[in-house]
């Protein structure tokens, strides 16, 4: 296929289908591409994922957005983690093969990112991780960390969270990377909640959020990911 051409896939996950979309880079290609999952109660073209990935396709990165098996059977109930963990293989599997870009980014927005750091620390090969908002703890719950697999990542990882953000407390994250080594690079985003929504109170607006993301991933790739590839 054209890699400068969009292209509507139907992948198979394990013996059932699911729905992909691949959107080029909108501008100054970087050669990456960037397969990002959607979070447990969206899907790949709810207006968060359309928002974040409008500003990354803008930044030069090539973008693959998918459904959960769960959410292409129209469930809003998620698949279990080694099924989710599955499908971004199954997709990035897919993509690679059509596409062979020069690097390849695992990630998404809260379960998704969850989803594809697990699969990196069990080793699926790629350049890096950009996980946007990840939940570090279910709402109101901080005793529950998800961060047991994190020391296992052996790649850059960009993440992104608020620091009004429910589902990852500000200090608590940042006890959890002082454990960790110095491939992981992590961005507050002043005055964001879970959705990378600011207040208006904030004097920013959701669009300078989201310009701030693409900034910030553009250096990181130039910087922590390019360097090493």
């Known amino acids: 296929m054209n890699p400068r051409e969009p292209a509507a ?5 394990n013996g059932e289908p699911t729905t992909a979309l691949y959107e080029p880079a909108a501008a ?44 292409e059977k129209k469930l809003n109930r998620p698949d279990p983690m080694p099924q989710l963990e599955d499908c971004v293989a199954a997709v990035a599997k897919h993509a690679l093969t059509l596409l062979q870009p020069q690097r390849l980014l695992l990630g998404g ?20 991780l950009l996980l946007l908002a990840y939940p570090l703890h279910p709402a109101g719950q901080i005793e529950k960390l998800r961060d047991a697999h994190l020391a296992q990542i052996q790649v850059p990882v960009l993440c992104f969270n608020g620091t009004r953000d429910a589902l990852c407390q500000q200090e608590l994250m940042e006890k959890t990377l002082a454990r ?48 090493k590839t």
């Not at 990112?113 to 350049?127: E, F, H, I, T, V």
């Not at 600011?198 to 990911?225: F, H, I, N, P």
């Open 28 to 71: 100054a290609p970087t050669s990456t591409l960037y397969i990002c999952a959607h979070g447990a109660g969206g899907h790949m073209s709810d207006k968060g994922m359309l928002a974040v990935t409008g500003a990354l396709l803008a930044r030069g990165l090539s973008i693959v957005r998918f459904n959960f098996v769960y959410r």
């Open 180 to 227: 960790l080594s110095g491939r992981w690079t992590m961005h507050w985003l002043q005055g964001a909640d879970h959705s990378f929504h600011v207040l208006k109170s904030s004097g920013r607006s959701d669009r300078d959020v989201l310009d701030e993301v693409g900034a910030a991933t553009q250096e990181w790739l130039a910087t922590k990911v390019a360097a």
């Open 109 to 128: 927005r809260s379960m998704g990112g969850r989803a594809a750091s697990m699969l990196a620390a069990k080793g699926y090969a790629c350049d890096g």
């Open 9 to 13: 896939w139907e992948i198979d996950v």
